[in-house]
């Protein structure tokens, strides 16, 4: 049976995810791994977000909120579990399977409340409302003195999994990217559900889905929950893998990373996210090494792509939205 | 008592540069309907000229004019640049394209006038304080700041009720194509329009520049809190950025002041402490949700 494009380019790329680890121990450079395993974690995000704002226009700028959050509970949990006083009388946890379902549903709470209210508005106000909201989170975080405040917080180690040993950067990077393609793969179910696209009527015309008989505000408060619980996971598995979590994984420049990331794949294919993640962190990477101010590069680049970047790089190869 | 009026008048004076920033900001979106995220930068781009200039010449007002140049003039070379291309663009795109223009003007900033932040200290005819009310001394600057932004709301209400430009920007905001169509350039008045906002930015900024520290970063922070500003005032009205102004510029300041004192009486120091911190800061994003509850469009939205 031949391949279309889209499936060879599927193929493509979990070829050359699964292959990076035998990469990377062959010698071709031990930062790879590293960087594919950045690679991986943030397109969990992108994916996330695509789901709202490729499917369901809802153009958040608040996204980070919840990476940072996911992230905050990972690591306050682990603070609490080794070294620090017991919290509200518990001594805490080490087992993933505990703390990681905590923190989604964490996040899953905070958007319920987010959500709840900015999705009262629509257009300009919902982006302002969402960055508003994330920049509340971030200076909760940052005035939290005793979880280190600015500086953020060290994890003392992973969290563990029955099983596997995630303390070993190859086994992390497959789970990583295990989760990754579970992750799409539920999201791709989701957009084509009846609720999907219903979602999607709800972009195109939100009169015409009205009239049709849709409240548009459940859909739209689930499928943003949904988007921020898979944006949360990706903050879990950011604080295992740099065992860190400083209040900047809930700054308002993540969150408009994010969005840029989502644009350069290409909006509404969600498997353009991870390739658009792909480039623009392998980007970012090569600006820097090449110069310390590479700000001044990636600035005008993310305005290009704003400008002319209509479909993505990705956008042809998967089929996006043509709006 | 005599804190309490403090508290009301650093209120005003926050709500005065909140209310230059926001202003231009919400007649941009109001009149064009982009949202520019570069706003906070032409107020750093003021900040900076200003504190340059003061350094180089000694002299305020070279600085003032500086600043409201320096921001006025970025401001339409970001409209010509590239917000023009983004009028009828999806917010989206806007957002992006403006957030590329951020960590632009910000590693700029730094490469021509250095990673130390400047100071500028206030200018002699500003310094000192006088007595508002007997037992209450009140630096002059910040009653000049006070004053300066009364100016700005009287300037602006004039300019765009009761002038000829202001005419032309109120009908293009209804119907631009058929002002376009009895001669009027609009896209000249959209640029103009942009760089008022600029101008209002630099003015902002070369008030705030002895206040405040001056720093990469400082008009993001501005930004977001003037976003707040606008969407509980209603997007793209004036008089709402006015009221949006005044209140998040009294809530701000009143919380500063009382909100660790009032969780003091309840709570053991130590909980008191960081929590209060987390409130005060958190505090105008409750008034929004407030707002929002009780009205989505803001108190006072532009058109129904």
Known sequence: MPLTLRQAAIALGLALFLAVPLLAEAGASPALLGLANRILIYAIAAVSLDLIIGYGAMVSFGHAMFFGLGGYVVGIVAYHTFGGEPLLGRSGSNAALLVWPLALAACALLAVLVGGLALRTSGVQFIMITLAFAQMVFFVL???????????????????????????????????????????????????????????????????????????????????????????????????????????????????????????????????????????????????????????????????????GQRGIAGRVFGGRRD | MILLIEQLLNGLQYGAMLFMLASGLTLIFGIMGVINLTHGCFYMVGAYCAAFVVLQTGSFLLGALAALAGAGLYAV?????????????DHLYQVLATLGLILFTNEAVSLIFGRRPPLMDIPPFLQGSV???????????????????????????????????????????????????????????????????????????????????????????VLITTFVVIVIGGVGSVRGALVGALLVGMVDSLGRAYIPQLLQLSLPPSVADTLGAGLVSASIYVLMALVLLVRPLGLLPARS
């Open chain 1, 142 to 308: 940052v005035s939290l003195q005793s979880y280190g405040g600015d500086d953020g917080l060290m994890l003392e180690r992973r969290n563990m999994l029955p099983f596997i040993d995630i303390s070993k950067p190859t086994t992390f990077y497959y789970l990583c990217l295990a989760l990754l393609v579970i992750w799409t793969v539920l999201c791709s179910f989701i957009v084509n559900s009846r609720f999907g696209l219903i979602l999607q009527a709800l972009r195109q015309s939100e009169r015409r889905a009205v009239n049709l008989g849709i409240r548009p505000f459940p859909f739209r408060l689930a499928a943003f929950v949904i988007s921020a619980v898979g944006t949360g996971l990706a903050g879990v598995l950011w604080a295992n893998y740099a065992r860190f979590v400083t209040p900047d994984m809930a700054a308002w420049s993540k969150s408009g990373e994010f969005m840029a990331i989502v644009v350069l794949g290409g909006l509404g294919t969600l498997l353009g996210p991870i390739a658009g993640t792909a480039v623009f962190i392998a980007l970012e990477q090569l600006l820097s090494i090449w110069t310390e101010h590479w700000m001044i590069v990636m600035g005008p680049i993310l305005t290009l792509i704003a400008l002319f």
């Open chain 2, 77 to 89: 070379a970001v409209e010509l640049a590239v917000v023009q291309w983004l009028y009828r663009r």
């Open chain 2, 131 to 221: 007595p508002v009310l007997p037992g209450l001394e009140y630096p002059v600057i910040r009653l000049a700041f006070i004053g300066m932004g009364a100016l700005v709301a009287l300037g602006l209400w004039l300019l765009v009720n009761h002038s000829r430009v202001g005419m032309l920007v109120r009908a293009g905001a209804d119907d631009r194509e058929m002002v376009s169509a009895l001669g009027i350039d609009i896209r000249r008045l959209y640029t103009l329009v942009f760089g008022l906002g600029g101008v209002l930015c630099g003015l902002a900024g070369v008030m705030a520049a002895p206040l405040l520290a001056i720093e990469i970063g400082m008009g993001e922070r």
